[in-house]
């Protein structure tokens, strides 16, 4: 069996994977199949995808890559915008739980997730509206 690396351990994907089976994501969003990497129907949907900072510290262990959550509303301006920041924070919630779970093994271990900066409202330029934030993942192979 080969030595995994830190580069086995992909945040995006075990973040995305939990929270697509979160029952918690899926109460947020209005129903399941609302989670993904790409912005799509059905409305509200989340958005998984790789966050712009971290901390990848000596690249042997334990580092703190972030993952960028976005929940979007419908093209038609819905739900409103203080509906969508509770949306967004309880997806991130959710997140949270996939640190007490157990651990898979052959999967990568996420020790901690935190927010690691604030809220952004983005809507996009049609009037879609959207939430932004990041979350540092404390993940290892």
Known sequence: MTERTI?????????????????GA???LGGPGRVSGIPEAPWPHLLVGHGPGGDLRSLTWAT????TLEVWGDPGGWPGKANLRRTLLRCAHAAQGIVEAPHVPGRPTISGIRPSGLLLWAPLVDGQPRWMMNLAVTIHP
């Open 64 to 67: 703190e890559p972030e993952v």
């Open 7 to 23: 580069a086995d351990a992909d945040p995006v994907s075990e973040v995305l994977a939990w929270l697509q089976q979160s029952t």
């Open 26 to 28: 899926a109460d947020a």
